[in-house]
């Protein structure tokens, strides 16, 4: 049964790829996207300019919106489980506080291309509150508790220090950039983007999926983890930093998108229960779906006007996640 609803994710996934290349400031119909998804340039140029769009815009576009809500969702799934707390996501650590104060800085200091140096910026930024995490958390990083209270820490100073950057040293029109950026943004996405970000969603995917038996041992607690076996100061601390590279280049490339990693591993766990072979492509597949149709009524709901996705994804998660925890099973 649970490969079957596996499957039917997969499909509605790629159903709602497809719906998302129809719509924008051009409306195409369902032959039209098949026509243009056809790699040979067409030779009416009407034709031409159609298929550019959606080879060079819409798709990119919805591939790296699919990628960042499935990596995020990852993070998600797998951070709740180290930490055994539902409300555990790659915002709580500080990951993406560091992130945003890593883009300010690049933004502040004028760094050019702000196309290539934000997400490098974003990218080390992360790394190091990641870092500082793990320096305050010290000794008892293996305690769920004082690692995340550590990292709410490391995520308000660094949060404090984004805004007083902000309010000092960028002008209206950057601070009006940076604070859409901070709500996610797919509209420069390039095919280089996805591909990064794709490889690094399937890279520490696969990391996490052969690692789900060992995961479904450390759900039950850090005792019986060793009781059985299990290294559990190695095995958080190479887990900890797969999803900190993971969010970094989630959010390096597309900005910080919230309630993802906070909503959708809830709704995986619903309707999967709590193992992690089915719950983690599970969660992949509705993040990657969550942040698809976010993106693709952000574009299109007051077009030629655009939302930043992160304003959808807190509309359309926060419900999700208040039906999802009252419905939770009992693991």
Same mark, same amino acid.
């Given at each position: 049964?649970?490969?079957?609803?596996?499957?039917?994710?997969?499909?509605?996934?790629?159903?709602?790829?497809?719906?998302?290349?129809?719509?924008?400031?051009?409306?195409?119909?369902?032959?039209?996207?098949?026509?243009?998804?056809?790699?040979?340039?067409?030779?009416?140029?009407?034709?031409?300019?159609?298929?550019?769009?959606?080879?060079?815009? $819409?798709?990119? *576009?919805?591939?790296?919106?699919?990628?960042?809500? +499935?990596?995020?969702?990852?993070?998600?799934?797998?951070?709740?489980?180290?930490?055994?707390?539902? !409300?555990?996501?790659?915002?709580?650590? %500080?990951?993406?506080?560091?992130?945003? !104060?890593?883009?300010?800085?690049?933004?502040?200091?004028?760094?050019?291309?702000?196309?290539?140096?934000?997400?490098?910026?974003?990218?080390?930024?992360?790394?190091?509150?990641?870092?500082?995490?793990?320096?305050?958390?010290?000794?008892?990083?293996?305690?769920?508790? *004082?690692?995340? &209270?550590? =990292?709410?820490?490391? +995520?308000?100073?660094?949060?404090?220090?984004?805004?007083?950057?902000?309010?000092?040293?960028?002008?209206?029109?950057?601070?009006?950039?940076?604070?859409?950026?901070?709500?996610?943004?797919?509209?420069?996405?390039?095919?280089?983007?996805?591909?990064?970000?794709? =490889?690094?969603?399937?890279?520490?995917?696969?990391?996490?999926?052969?690692?789900?038996?060992?995961?479904?041992?450390?759900?039950?607690?850090?005792? #019986? #983890?060793?009781?059985?076996?299990?290294?559990?100061?190695?095995?958080?601390?190479?887990?900890?930093?797969?999803?900190?590279?993971?969010?970094?280049?989630?959010?390096?490339?597309?900005?910080?998108? %919230?309630?993802? +990693?906070?909503?959708?591993?809830? &709704?995986?766990?619903?309707?999967? %229960?709590?193992?992690?072979?089915?719950?983690?492509?599970?969660?992949?597949?509705?993040?990657?779906?969550?942040?698809?149709?976010?993106?693709?009524?952000?574009?299109?709901?007051?077009?030629?006007?655009?939302?930043?996705?992160?304003?959808?994804?807190?509309?359309?998660?926060?419900?999700?996640?208040?039906?999802?925890?009252?419905? $939770?099973?009992?693991?």
């Amino acid at each position: 049964m649970k490969p079957l609803r596996l499957l039917l994710c997969a499909i509605v996934t790629l159903l709602g790829l497809i719906y998302s290349l129809r719509y924008g400031a051009v409306t195409l119909s369902l032959s039209e996207v098949i026509q243009f998804l056809n790699p040979h340039p067409a030779e009416d140029p009407v034709l031409a300019l159609y298929q550019k769009i959606v080879w060079s815009l $819409r798709l990119p *576009r919805a591939l790296l919106a699919m990628a960042c809500g +499935g990596g995020l969702a990852l993070a998600g799934a797998v951070l709740q489980t180290l930490t055994r707390n539902p !409300l555990a996501d790659p915002w709580l650590l %500080g990951i993406s506080s560091g992130a945003g !104060l890593g883009a300010v800085l690049i933004i502040a200091l004028g760094v050019q291309p702000l196309l290539i140096a934000m997400p490098s910026g974003a990218f080390i930024g992360a790394l190091t509150a990641f870092a500082l995490v793990v320096l305050m958390a010290g000794r008892a990083v293996t305690q769920p508790a *004082r690692f995340m &209270l550590s =990292g709410v820490a490391v +995520g308000q100073l660094l949060s404090a220090f984004t805004s007083l950057i902000v309010f000092w040293q960028t002008d209206a029109t950057t601070s009006r950039g940076f604070t859409f950026w901070l709500l996610g943004a797919f509209g420069q996405a390039t095919w280089q983007q996805v591909a990064i970000c794709s =490889g690094a969603l399937f890279v520490i995917g696969t990391f996490c999926l052969a690692l789900s038996p060992t995961l479904n041992v450390m759900a039950l607690g850090n005792v #019986a #983890a060793q009781g059985l076996g299990v290294n559990v100061a190695a095995l958080q601390m190479w887990l900890y930093l797969s999803m900190t590279v993971l969010t970094a280049t989630m959010v390096a490339f597309c900005g910080a998108i %919230g309630f993802v +990693g906070l909503t959708v591993p809830h &709704l995986a766990k619903l309707m999967f %229960g709590h193992r992690h072979q089915w719950v983690l492509p599970a969660s992949v597949f509705f993040g990657a779906l969550l942040t698809l149709a976010s993106d693709t009524l952000a574009r299109t709901l007051f077009a030629p006007r655009e939302l930043p996705p992160g304003v959808i994804t807190a509309l359309i998660g926060v419900p999700v996640f208040l039906l999802a925890l009252r419905h $939770r099973p009992q693991p």
